[in-house]
């Protein structure tokens, strides 16, 4: 080969160098979008270098294969929709008023599946093909939630002097409420607002009969 015909031979693209945090942060993030999209049968190595922009060996750089990243985004995502999910529970106030802290708390975790829904797909379980080991993350995750709901409710009761009222049972029952409300909004959402279904379960607590004297 000439010297000529090789300067016109186009050279390949590599990816530019970064800290390894910033490339896994990316790579991640790529795993992520191909999850949402496309479902856990279809995140492979070829995928997410494609849509990172990168070539195979660079993601093998930074993970030593496909098992440890989809480990490393499991946890990145928990963690996520945990956070979010404790921040909402946090700011909806203190349940002096019980029924009014589970709607503000409802209303709040529909926002934040709305604001994020990458991370909520599959811990609602709108993602296709989850294996066990995502399902058995995410009822960690959910335990943790229900957790935080039952202590509130308990509190609420407590203090509104109200009837005996199994608050583990209705923390389920508001989480499951709350999850099923997610799933909507992301699957439907012309046909299920945020605000029709807060607005809905404002009204059923408002139906319920008030606590005996």
């Not at 993030?29 to 995140?43: K, S, W």
């Not at 750089?61 to 529970?89: C, F, I, K, W």
């Not at 389920?172 to 699957?187: K, P, T």
């Amino acid at each position: 080969m000439s010297r000529d015909t090789a300067s016109q031979t186009p050279r390949r693209k590599y990816a530019a160098r970064v800290p390894v945090d910033e490339r896994r942060e990316q790579l991640l993030d790529a795993a992520l979008t191909v999850l949402a999209r496309d479902g856990f049968d279809n995140v492979t190595i070829e995928a997410i270098s494609k849509e990172a922009g990168v070539t195979r060996p660079v993601v093998y750089s930074a993970y030593d294969g496909l098992e440890p990243l989809l480990h490393a985004l499991l946890d990145r995502t928990r963690n996520r929709a945990l956070a979010q999910a404790m921040q909402v529970l946090v700011e909806s106030g203190t349940p002096e008023d019980v029924d009014t802290w589970i709607v503000t708390a409802i209303d709040g975790l529909i926002e934040q599946v709305v604001a994020d829904p990458d991370v909520w797909r599959p811990v609602l379980g709108v993602t296709r093909g989850a294996p066990a080991v995502v399902r058995d993350r995410i009822e960690e995750t959910r335990e943790l939630i229900r957790g935080y709901l039952e202590a509130g409710i308990e509190t609420g009761i407590q203090l509104r002097g109200g009837p005996d009222v199994d608050s583990r049972i209705l923390s389920h029952v508001v989480l499951v409420m709350a999850e099923e409300f997610g799933r909507l909004i992301l699957e439907d959402p012309p046909r299920y607002s945020r605000e029709r279904m807060v607005d809905a379960v404002a009204g059923f607590l408002r139906a319920a009969p008030p606590p005996a004297p």
